[in-house]
């Protein structure tokens, strides 16, 4: 009997302690926070159309106005006809000793190549967006690559708009035969509107290198003696094997 008594206890000791622990874990279990983090933030994509290039068209033709967040130099080269330009990112034109510095670095790490100036944020842009259109307005939001419009489709949707679209891979996926009744203006074709500086110029470069070096080639293989002679005399004779 004593030990029936004493293995009782024992369960019931047992079972109290799987309900504490089963308590405790019941209690420990809450993902709300991660689900709310998340449904605020599904929130916000929900608010944006990513479209294909194909469709922008059919977008402008169903009423929605286009929004360029470009700088005013992809702009200038190529944009859509009847377009609200308010730039994301604007030209920095600071003269303090910083941001003339950072103008310099930028300008020869890659201003240069590709054509473009160094930009700040601009902190009117949400400003300038309200002013221009309301909140519940269809509005598509391009850039180039479609980084830029990413990001201000973002905030524009936490601050209220509830209708907003952005072209997948941006302008550079709008060929010209995707174009449809949309017109451009500007000097170039809208899907090469990113290349400047030498980018835009490195196709012709390196044709021209190469044609180059191929005669060279071809001139030494077939005139050798000549070609010798003329590279020693253009590079001096310690090139000459």
């Known amino acids: 009997m004593q ?6 206890v024992s369960n019931v000791r047992s079972l109290g302690a799987r309900s504490r622990v089963a308590s405790s874990v019941s209690v420990r279990a809450p993902a709300r926070r991660s689900v709310v983090a998340r449904g605020s933030k599904l929130a916000v994509w929900n608010k944006i159309d990513y479209v294909a290039p194909s469709k922008v068209a059919k977008l402008v ?10 700088t005013n130099i992809q702009f200038d080269r190529s944009h859509l006809k009847n377009t609200t330009h308010i730039p994301l990112f604007k030209e920095d034109d600071a003269t303090d000793p ?7 670095l930028h300008r020869g790490a890659v201003g240069s190549q590709f054509g473009t100036a160094h930009t700040v944020r601009n902190d009117r842009f949400e400003e300038l967006v309200s002013a221009k259109f309301a909140k519940d307005d269809k509005v598509l939001v391009c850039c180039q690559q479609g980084l830029r419009s990413n990001t201000a489709a973002q905030d524009l949707a936490k601050a209220g708009f509830t209708d907003l679209a952005c072209i997948e891979g941006g302008f550079n996926t709008l060929k010209d035969d995707l174009l449809g009744s949309l017109e451009t203006e500007g000097p170039e074709p809208i899907s090469k509107a990113g290349l400047g500086g030498l980018v835009k110029y490195q196709k012709t470069i390196s044709f021209t290198i190469g044609g180059i070096l191929f005669a060279a080639y071809a001139f030494i293989q077939l005139f050798p ?17």
Request: glycine share 8%; no cysteine.
């Open 3 to 8: 030990t029936m008594a004493t293995s009782s």
């Open 225 to 241: 003696e000549q070609g010798t002679t003329l590279l020693a005399a253009t590079f001096g004779p310690n090139v000459v094997p």
């Open 98 to 104: 910083q941001s003339l510095l950072n103008q310099q």
């Open 61 to 70: 033709e169903e009423g929605y106005a286009v929004l360029d967040v470009r």
